[in-house]
Nanobody, 119 residues
Framework: QVQLVESGGGLVQAGGSLRLSCAAS????????MAWYRQAPGKQREQVAS???????NYAGSVKGRFTISRDNAKNTVYLQMNNLKPEDTAVYYC?????????????WGQGTQVTVSS
């Protein structure tokens, strides 16, 4: 079993910054892709950014140049640095982790953390 614990959400004014963290623990042999998703009220969940085990990153067009995803493999932790936040970034942010728990590879979701950007 793998547990994901997210932190770092909150309320910030437009133009401000927040840093989200998601730490994975449990019976983990290795971690493959890690990603952040978000879901705003009345909208579908969308991928914000992802990072492979080799460090290759991918971003949604709406956050490119403002958000940075990174990971600390020693700590099984993924981060999302969010700069120049806009009101449209308001959403619940979820981390998503593909873990090799040997013998299975399973995807897990975090519990979600609220990010609210005021104008």
């Amino acid at each position: 079993q793998v547990q994901l614990v997210e932190s770092g959400g909150g309320l910030v004014q437009a133009g401000g910054s927040l840093r989200l963290s998601c730490a994975a623990s449990g019976s983990i042999f290795s971690i493959n892709t890690m990603a952040w998703y978000r879901q705003a009220p009345g909208k579908q969940r969308e991928q914000v950014a992802s990072i492979t085990s080799g460090g290759t990153t991918n971003y949604a067009g709406s956050v490119k140049g403002r958000f940075t995803i990174s990971r600390d493999n020693a700590k099984n932790t993924v981060y999302l640095q969010m700069n120049n936040l806009k009101p449209e970034d308001t959403a619940v942010y979820y981390c998503w982790v593909v873990a090799n728990t040997s013998p299975r590879i399973v995807a897990y979701w975090g519990q979600g953390t609220q990010v609210t950007v005021s104008s």
